[in-house]
């Protein structure tokens, strides 16, 4: 089966300006995640989806990021205004439902690089 | 609050060396442990894991052991390769929150 894919790879952008990150999640995977990783830190939580609805969004950093999950399959992180901080490398990941909910298959990651 | 530890690297060891990455928690109960791996240009892979205590998880020659009673998850290797060189992350799960929390990752070089 496909994994997880994320693109872009890599986005390079100035302070600003608006970026959008994607992620496609293994089919039929109810759960999607989004983490992020910074200068080299731990891998954080930003946000879960449960189908199309945000289960927790306790981790994200403030209301210049905004995720979506339309119709339960494809998600988009959007990033705008982008700010320095916000430099690192984004991952999504997904999981079925059930007992194997807490298996997570993580996508190659999106670095993002704020200039 | 939920936290995990695990030792600082980069951790450089020679072919065939013995390896050792310290992994703790802080957690009530008995969370869900994971070894995740970030190879060079590739994303997060499941390594192994262990879901009660006295669990040991194993693959591609990688343990770990679920010890409750010094909270640990040490992931141990007995002979690495070139082709082990990776960032290594230990996570445990939250049930409270259905997400994992990650450790901050420890880079191996391993030389031939």
């Known amino acids: 089966e496909a994994g997880v894919t994320q693109f872009p790879s890599h986005s390079v952008i100035e302070k600003g300006q608006t970026v959008t990150l994607r992620c496609d999640p293994i089919?039929?995977?109810?759960?999607l995640y989004w983490y992020r990783r910074v200068m080299g830190k731990e891998i954080k939580f930003l946000l879960h989806f449960v189908k199309e609805s945000k289960q927790d969004e306790s981790g994200m950093p403030n209301n210049r990021f905004l995720a979506e999950r339309t119709g339960g399959t494809y998600s988009t992180l959007k990033v705008q205004p982008a700010e320095l901080e916000d430099s690192g490398v984004y991952f999504c990941?997904?999981?079925?439902?059930?007992?194997?909910?807490?298996?997570?298959?993580f996508g190659a990651g999106s670095r993002l690089t704020v200039l | 609050g939920d936290s995990v530890t695990q030792m600082e690297g980069p951790v450089t060891l020679s072919e065939e060396a013995f390896l050792t990455i310290n992994c703790t928690y802080t957690a009530t109960g008995y969370p869900s442990l994971f070894w995740y791996v970030q190879y060079p240009g590739e994303g997060l892979q499941l390594l192994l894991k262990?879901?009660?205590?006295?669990d040991k998880g194993s693959n591609k020659g990688f343990e770990a052991t679920y010890r409750k009673e010094t909270t640990s998850f040490h992931l141990e290797k007995g002979s690495v390769q070139v082709s082990d060189s990776a960032v290594y992350f230990c996570a445990r799960w939250m049930d409270s929150s259905y997400k994992l929390i990650f450790g901050s990752g420890t880079r191996l070089l391993v030389r031939p």
């Open positions: 990941a997904s999981s079925p439902g059930g007992t194997g909910a807490n298996v997570l298959t």
């Open positions: 089919s039929g995977h109810d759960n």
């Open positions: 262990a879901t009660k205590a006295d």
